[in-house]
Nanobody
Framework: QVQLVESGGGLVQTGGSLRLSCAASGRTVSSSGMGWFRQAPGKEREFVAAISWTGGNLYYSNSVKGRFTISRDNAKNTMYLQMNSLKPEDTAVYYC???????????????????WGQGTQVTVSS
């Protein structure tokens, strides 16, 4: 069993920044890829960013590339999402997730992940 707890969400103005954190417990996560997804009201959950277990491979959706940065600290079992130049369309509940060790599949697909956090709300005002 794995527990993922997101934090760092909130209300910010357009152009502002937020840093999300995802603390993992219950399993050593240093050998697992992790990712961030988001879901806006009335929309499907969508991929935001992913990071390999080493941190050497990073993936971003086109909508956040150049503005968001994903990172992880395996010593702290924590993943981060630095969000800069935020836009109203970034408003959503952001979820962190983790892949089972050794599981293949696309990092941008939700079915590649097995545990999810409860989500943290990010609201960007115009």
């Amino acid at each position: 069993q794995v527990q993922l707890v997101e934090s760092g969400g909130g209300l910010v103005q357009t152009g502002g920044s937020l840093r999300l954190s995802c603390a993992a417990s219950g399993r050593t996560v240093s050998s697992s890829g992790m990712g961030w997804f988001r879901q806006a009201p009335g929309k499907e959950r969508e991929f935001v960013a992913a990071i390999s277990w080493t941190g050497g491979n990073l993936y971003y959706s086109n909508s956040v590339k150049g503005r968001f940065t994903i990172s992880r600290d395996n010593a702290k079992n924590t993943m981060y999402l630095q969000m800069n130049s935020l836009k109203p369309e970034d408003t959503a509940v952001y979820y962190c997730t983790i892949r089972p060790p050794g599981k293949s599949g696309s990092s941008v697909s939700a079915i590649s992940y097995d545990y999810w956090g409860q989500g943290t709300q990010v609201t960007v005002s115009s």
